[in-house]
């Protein structure tokens, strides 16, 4: 809602084809009685987002990664918010909960999952039939651009390089037997984001945010995105939500709260997860053990397992 106009989009199952536009016209009705200026459109989706084939802005069918059966993208609407630990460590996670699980890090500028998965030092090899074999850390298979270049060496690309790039690392990789694809998107929106969503299936994408209600604006910009890009956003990730004493078991919210509720409300994307702070999420990222891996039982870790399988039951139950 913007002064008296009010901008509704109707996301409706194949179920409600046929009440579209009475559902509309309702609508419509409803906000005129409440002096909006309404302006309401409607979109039919399948209700399991993730057996619907997305669509290119030309007709042509999204690409389907080879070897991956279901692709997960995480986001957040800007840096800071622990993007890269909450990608890294959902696919640990989702490795523990039975699922063939990689990771792709889709930053350029900023790659991450490196240092996160402590892959100093890797190599990615060449296969006979030149294609690049992931890395195999901690039960999944990983592709970061921080292990294809130097840590000093700048990378300096305008959007047609960025989707060339995908284009070879993501449908040249040997993915094997892969069930969910977790891909880390760099902060914010851009030309990563375009290409990855306009050329190839996304089952959906997790928005990552933590509870400071300034951080609202940014994370709202993101879920418009995908909104736009027709990408079903699953579910909000508080993280950093709040620290346990180990002593009192008393919770503290040292950011805050109420932001990701917030968000929540306004947009009706559920809080899927909230995430706490412990002293072994930082402990792993600087070692390079991911604290799924290395801290099982850590608060955070439990957190992470959780969202796991609520994304194994949901989403991924075809799998």
């Given at each position: 809602?913007e002064?008296?106009?009010a ?15 009475s559902i ?54 800007k840096?800071?918010?622990?993007k890269?630990?909450?990608a ?78 995908y ?22 929106t ?29 994370v709202?910009?993101a879920?418009?995105?995908?909104e736009?890009?027709e ?34 409300k ?11 702070i ?28 959780s ?13």
């Open positions: 809602m002064g008296d106009r901008e509704v989009i109707l996301l409706l199952p194949d179920g409600l084809k046929g009440q579209a536009d509309r016209t309702a609508v419509e009705k409803r906000l005129m009685e409440e002096g909006f200026k309404p302006e309401v459109r409607y979109r039919i989706r399948e209700s399991r987002p993730s057996l619907r084939v997305n669509v290119g802005p030309v007709g042509q069918t999204k690409k389907r990664i080879p070897g991956v059966k279901r692709v997960i993208a995480v986001a957040s609407g840096g800071g918010v622990g890269s630990t909450v890294v460590n959902l696919a640990v996670a989702l490795s523990k909960a039975g699922l063939r699980a990689g990771l792709f890090d889709a930053d350029v500028y900023g790659p991450s999952v490196s240092v996160l998965m402590g892959l100093e030092g890797e190599r990615v090899y060449v296969t006979p039939d030149k294609r690049f074999k992931p890395i195999e850390k901690y039960g999944i298979q990983v592709l970061t651009f921080g292990v294809l270049v130097k840590e000093d060496t700048p990378i300096l690309w305008r959007g047609a390089m960025l989707h060339k790039a284009e070879e690392l993501l449908m040249q990789t040997a993915w094997e037997d892969v069930d969910v694809l977790v891909i880390d998107l760099p902060p914010g851009g030309d990563s984001h375009l290409s990855l969503a306009q050329g190839y299936h996304i089952d959906g994408a997790l928005v990552v945010t933590t509870p400071q209600i300034v951080a609202v604006a940014d709202l910009r879920i418009k995105g995908f736009k890009l990408i079903p956003v699953l579910g909000i990730v508080e993280n950093m939500a709040y620290f346990v004493c180990p002593e009192s078991g008393r919770r503290y919210h040292i950011f805050g709260e109420g932001g990701a509720d917030r968000l929540s306004h947009t009706g994307v559920p809080v899927i997860v909230r995430i706490p412990d002293e072994y999420v930082s402990a792993s990222g600087d070692s390079g053990i991911p604290v799924a891996h290395a801290y099982p039982e850590a608060p955070s870790s439990k957190a992470f397992l969202l796991a399988n609520d994304l194994k039951q949901t989403l991924l139950s075809g799998v």
